[in-house]
């Protein structure tokens, strides 16, 4: 199982951007996947995930109301819609798959986000 993370780039401060996450594998099949983040010298930090069969999502308090998971499970595809970026957004972001209730079992290498003031 592989998964790409896309999307990242340098923005300004209140500026958005939709990251991707392509999953890959043969039989792949997760009941949740998420998005993390991990900036220079932090440890990763949870962002946002959405079960695919209820559609709930969550999302971490410093990113409500300006992120927005979504994705398309026949496709393998997540995504996180960042808008109203601040210079504290900044990071790598990685995307995760969990096959089951728990732990994630899989993870993105991620993309960088660069959020200048």
């Known amino acids: 199982v592989q998964l790409q993370a896309s999307g990242g780039g340098l923005v300004q401060a209140g500026d958005s951007l939709r990251l991707s996450c392509a999953a890959s594998g043969r039989s792949f099949s997760s009941v949740r996947m998420g998005w993390f983040r991990q900036a220079p010298g932090a440890e990763r930090e949870f962002v946002a995930s959405l079960i695919w069969g209820t559609g709930n999502t969550n999302f971490a308090d410093s990113v409500k109301g300006r992120f927005t998971i979504s994705g398309d499970k026949s496709k393998n595809m997540l995504y996180l819609q960042m808008n109203s970026l601040k210079p504290e957004d900044t990071a790598t972001y990685l995307c995760?798959?969990?096959?089951?209730?728990?732990?994630?079992?899989?993870w993105g290498q991620g993309t960088l986000v660069t959020v200048s003031s």
């Open positions: 995760a798959a969990a096959v089951r209730s728990g732990s994630y079992n899989y």
